[in-house]
């Protein structure tokens, strides 16, 4: 194992915590979008999700780097598929929210959800607690999923 430096521990926070930012920042005016639109049932205020959002992504960037600090076999996988959900991750808001392809954006979020289940299921074989760390992401995808499939179904015409 890797020795531990709370130097490269605070890049995989801020990194992460920069694809979010910069993905939000790329999406325009996301609030006003967001209160324009049909919602489904159990839609949290717009105010909700940078909150949520900066806890998960600090949570993503503590877990990987402790994938990244272990020698297991599976570790360059593991980091593989991380970086592959984030990437679809920061695409989502900007196909949601910049360019309003609802339909496709219900796709991209089940299609984060099920990378961000094999994620947890990865990181939990190398460490669990990493993978531990993740239920929460993987809940908040889950429920982003239904939120937006529920939008693009309420305002398909």
Known sequence: MKKFSLTDLLIFIVATEL??????????????????????????????????WAILYALMGISAYMIFLN?????????????????VNFSWSIIFFRFRLLDIAAVVAVVLAVLVGIM???????????????????????????LAIGTAILNNP
């Open 19 to 52: 694809v979010g930012a910069v993905s939000a920042l790329l999406s325009g005016n996301f609030r006003d979008f967001y209160s324009e639109v049909a919602r489904p049932p159990f839609s949290p205020p717009a105010i909700v999700f940078p909150v949520v």
């Open 71 to 87: 020698r297991n076999p599976l570790r360059r996988n593991a980091l593989k598929i991380y970086a592959v959900q984030l990437a």
């Open 120 to 146: 947890v299921y990865i990181f939990a074989k190398i460490k669990k607690v990493a993978g531990l760390l993740n239920i929460p992401y993987l809940m908040w995808s889950i429920f982003a999923s239904y």
